[in-house]
Structures are given as C-alpha cells and as structure tokens.
C-alpha cells in the first residue's frame, strides 16, 4: 500500500491551482483550459500514478462498478485514462471496444501496458476529449477526475460535454452520483491543534490574552484559514452526515445550475471540541457500488479539506454555519461563515 499519509498530501497538494488560476476563474472556457494543461502537467510522472494504482479502496470501487454495469458488447469511453486501467477493466467486463482519450504523452505508457498484457479492443486516443468524437455512439463514459473537493479536476464540464455529444441516448456515465459533504468533525484529542489562545499549558500559563489582542493580531494568519486533515486525525462528525449537494450527471444541466451558498446545522450529542468543517465527497456507480473519501471510512488517495473552527461545544448545542463556495471548482475560494 505504501506510504499513504504522503499520498493523501500528494493528492491534496495537487487540488490548488494557484493565483493565476484564480485571477481568471470567472471565465469557465479559459478555466477549462487551464485546468486542462494543469491535469496534464499534475498527473505526467510514474510517482502520482503510483498513488492511484497503490489505492485499493479505489481500485476496488471501481472494479466492483465497472464490472456490474459494463454489459458485453458495449462501446466504453475511458475519459482521462492515464495508466489505462479503467480501460483494460472496461475490456476485461466484455466492452466490444474501448476509446481510452488522454490529453498528455503518458498514454504512451499505457498503449505499452496494453499490448503486454494482449488487448486488442482498445484505441489510445492522445487527444482533449472535448475535441474528440468517436465514429459510433458510446454506451459507457468511465471517468476518474474527481479532485480531494470533487470538482477541480474539469470533471464536470469534460463529462457533460461527452454526454451531450456522444453518449447515446439511454447510455451510462460511471460513476454518474455524487455527494459532497462538508461536515463539522471533533479530531482525536492527540492529534488536535487548538488556536493559539485556546491551548492549555502547564504551569499555570494563560494564552487568552492573545485572543484580542492587538499585538497577536498582526501575526494571525485568519481565523477562517483551510488545513488538510492528516490520515486518522477525525474522530467524530458532529451529528448525522447530511450531503450539502446531491446530482446525477445523467440528468444535471450544468455547473451552474448546482447551488453554492449552503446552510449547515447539526446538534451535538456530547460535549466536545469541534475542530471545523471537513469536506469529502461519496462516488455512486449503482446501488451496491460507492467510493467514499470520508475521513471516517477506509483511507483513500483523496485528502480532506478543513475550514478551522476550533469552538467548545456541549451536548445539545446547535451549530449553525454558511459555506460559501465562491468558485465551485477553486475550492481555495470556499469560506465558512458561523452563524452563532
């Protein structure tokens, strides 16, 4: 399995496009763009690839899925194939043909992968798949471009853009059901990092002072800022897990039609420290068939993203907050308002 404390920060490192990209993120043509580009240069070497392969959890999901719902005799497109592995299990369930559709030169590696393992029904297409139309309709799209916050990696608008051109009618998106969770979490006590003034010290030493202070103001970094959440650090939600968002990409019409101010209120069960809001997303392939990157089930490549909140809170006490997704796709522009 290897190091997976290192990949989950692989992964979540790779989420953030950086100052530029956020300067232009009102235009969701050049967004794409750039997302692009950034897809091709994040996923061009053996070590990120090797994190994905090393993730079981993943893996499995989407054996287990690929394998229910690819019937014998179907058409697939593997959007984004990288390795070719979505590709080679599209194969292996009985698909007639597979167009496997990579953007970056790391399709040379999986055209290598497939001849040594004898596939003859699958077509590397080195090629953006918003530029490529297949000559026959497609019965399955397989995709793989969900980022640590479900929506920075393009998936949205390559998916739906295949769906609206080449899918045919009554065909199947895997996985086409999603949920994205931002959740108020309560960390282990020994993996807790607590705000400056809020840390208890031996000896009687008092850090409230600092909370108002004027002095300690200037070295605060803000008290909203993001974290990613380290492997194991979560042990507890603050109430029931509710989905903030909930969409089929069967039947969603675009990104602009999912909504990006969302209320979130849960009612402790004990007293506790609640640390902030943490984000993951659930992956459905069908009924029996889901991938979760929920800090709370089986350790994946994803990581989890953290609003810090830091506030005691006891049993029966309400929370109530406002995440606001500026840029759906930039989680970077994400805040979280407390609202008590």
């Known amino acids: 399995m290897g190091n997976r404390a290192s990949q989950v920060v692989t992964k979540a490192a790779r989420s953030t496009v950086g100052f530029a ?46 394998h229910r719902n690819v019937q014998p005799g179907d058409v697939v497109l593997d959007l984004g194939t990288g390795t070719g592995l979505l590709a080679f299990m599209a194969s292996r369930a009985g698909a007639k043909k597979v167009y496997a559709v990579e953007h970056s030169d790391f399709i040379e590696v999986a055209r290598e ?19 490529f139309t297949p000559p026959e309709p497609i019965d399955v799209v397989l995709h793989e471009q969900m980022g640590d916050e479900l929506f920075n990696e393009n998936m949205l608008q390559n998916v739906l853009d295949l769906r609206d051109r080449v899918l045919r009618p009554g065909g199947r998106i895997l996985p086409a059901r999603f949920r994205l969770f931002a959740e108020p979490v ?77 209320l979130i209120e849960r009612t402790a069960a004990t007293d506790t420290i609640v640390d902030g809001y943490c984000v993951w997303f659930d992956a459905v392939f069908d009924d029996a068939t889901a991938l979760s990157t929920s800090p709370l089930a089986p350790l994946t490549s994803w990581g989890n993203r953290v609003f810090r909140l830091d506030r005691e809170i006891a049993a029966g006490e309400k929370l109530r907050a406002n995440l606001r ?16």
């Open 21 to 66: 990209a956020r300067r232009i993120a009102a235009n969701e043509w050049l967004m794409g763009v750039v997302y692009d580009h950034m897809n091709e240069a994040n996923f061009a070497g053996l070590a990120e690839h090797e994190e994905m392969l090393s993730d079981s959890v993943r893996v499995d999901a989407y054996r287990r899925g690929i």
């Open 113 to 131: 992968i497939a001849q040594h393992n004898g596939f003859t029904n699958i077509e590397f297409v080195q090629a953006n798949s918003r530029e």
């Open 186 to 262: 309560a960390f282990h006590e020994s993996m807790r990092i607590r705000r400056f003034w809020n840390i208890d010290l031996p000896d009687g030493i008092d850090l409230s002072c600092t909370e108002q202070s004027p002095i300690a103001t200037r070295f605060d970094t803000g008290r909203n800022e993001q974290f990613w959440a380290r492997p194991g650090s979560v042990a507890s939600t603050i109430g029931e897990p509710r989905p903030i968002l909930e969409f089929d990409l069967h039947d969603l019409e675009s990104l602009d039609s999912l909504d990006t101010d969302h």
């Open 325 to 340: 997704m500026g840029q759906l796709f930039e989680p970077s522009t994400w805040y979280v308002v407390p609202l008590d």
